[in-house]
């Protein structure tokens, strides 16, 4: 509809247009469009495309990881602070921000890299669910349509509060590495319910996606595991230090902590 000229391309969904359908439109799609030149199957397309995109977010992730390891290994010592100071929240949480900014940890360090990434990760969304080249596009075994959802079996009843009745076998696939992922990272026992609540509710939610996309995430999350089981072994006899003191005169947590007192040794 392009050739009419009149800008009906412009009503394709490819997220909003003051940051996500830029990146949407002159990132992704080219790069869809460039592997399609030399691949057939839409289905390998779309895990190079996931590796490609776990390349350039490398940086990105590593950092996220880096932080998460710091913070699982500082968790000994945050127990005991909030063993030491439970009738007192105050001094409590003043003591864990001092641990903080003694060891160099940013407690938003894990989060930061995360949010980065979700411009590009919503345009891959927009872009998955409106690509026309995948309709009818067929991957492999039950993988027929990547444009619809890759239903595997229904359910005599519906899900209360998502309406659904249909389970997605790549779905429920992305839902399995999430979990892997949460149970890797996540070491506080304050936060265990989350490491079944967000990939049940994930996996219900992406029931309705078309199968491309769910390849995709799935793909996505597999290369992950692989990355944080290596940045794991390269850095499982790494002890944490502390960091000088001139280092962390200054930045984010030293804001945050100026003139706390000490954690207890």
């Given at each position: 509809?392009?050739?009419?000229?009149?800008?009906?391309?412009?009503?394709?969904?490819?997220?909003?247009?003051?940051?996500?359908?830029?990146?949407?439109?002159?990132?992704?799609?080219?790069?869809?469009?460039?592997?399609?030149?030399?691949?057939?199957?839409?289905?390998?397309?779309?895990?190079?495309?996931?590796?490609?995109?776990?390349?350039?977010?490398?940086?990105?992730?590593?950092?996220?990881?880096?932080?998460?390891?710091?913070?699982?290994?500082?968790?000994?010592?945050?127990?005991?602070?909030?063993?030491?100071?439970?009738?007192?929240?105050?001094?409590?949480?003043?003591?864990?921000?001092?641990?903080?900014?003694?060891?160099?940890?940013?407690?938003?360090?894990?989060?930061?890299?995360?949010?980065?990434?979700?411009?590009?990760?919503?345009?891959?969304?927009?872009?998955?669910?409106?690509?026309?080249?995948?309709?009818?596009?067929s991957f492999v075994w039950w993988i027929q349509d990547l444009s619809e959802p890759?239903?595997?079996?229904?359910?005599?009843?519906?899900?209360?509060?998502?309406?659904?009745?249909?389970?997605?076998?790549?779905a429920l696939l992305m839902g399995i590495t999430m979990f892997v992922q949460q149970?890797?990272?996540?070491?506080?026992?304050?936060?265990?319910?989350?490491?079944?609540?967000?990939?049940?509710?994930?996996?219900?939610?992406?029931?309705?996606f078309p199968s491309g996309l769910n390849l995709y995430y799935f793909m996505f999350?597999?290369?992950?595991?692989?990355?944080?089981?290596?940045?794991?072994?390269?850095?499982?006899?790494?002890?944490?230090?502390?960091?000088?003191?001139?280092?962390?005169?200054?930045?984010?947590?030293?804001?945050?902590?100026?003139?706390?007192?000490?954690?207890?040794?």
């Amino acid at each position: 509809v392009k050739h009419y000229n009149v800008e009906l391309d412009r009503i394709m969904s490819l997220g909003a247009a003051w940051i996500i359908r830029p990146i949407s439109r002159y990132v992704i799609l080219p790069l869809f469009e460039f592997l399609r030149l030399f691949i057939s199957n839409y289905g390998i397309v779309l895990i190079l495309f996931s590796i490609i995109v776990k390349v350039v977010l490398y940086p990105l992730t590593k950092s996220s990881m880096t932080s998460m390891r710091k913070m699982q290994a500082l968790q000994p010592m945050m127990t005991e602070i909030r063993e030491k100071f439970k009738d007192d929240p105050q001094k409590m949480n003043q003591q864990i921000m001092r641990l903080y900014k003694e060891y160099g940890v940013n407690p938003a360090g894990g989060c930061l890299p995360m949010l980065l990434q979700l411009p590009i990760l919503y345009a891959l969304w927009a872009v998955f669910s409106a690509t026309i080249e995948l309709r009818q596009a067929s991957f492999v075994w039950w993988i027929q349509d990547l444009s619809e959802p890759d239903v595997v079996a229904v359910l005599p009843f519906k899900i209360p509060i998502f309406n659904i009745d249909e389970v997605s076998g790549l779905a429920l696939l992305m839902g399995i590495t999430m979990f892997v992922q949460q149970k890797m990272s996540v070491k506080d026992p304050r936060q265990k319910m989350m490491v079944w609540l967000m990939p049940v509710m994930l996996t219900m939610m992406f029931t309705g996606f078309p199968s491309g996309l769910n390849l995709y995430y799935f793909m996505f999350n597999l290369f992950s595991i692989a990355q944080q089981v290596w940045v794991n072994k390269q850095h499982k006899d790494e002890p944490l230090r502390k960091v000088d003191e001139k280092k962390r005169s200054g930045g984010f947590m030293a804001k945050i902590t100026k003139n706390l007192p000490r954690a207890p040794r």
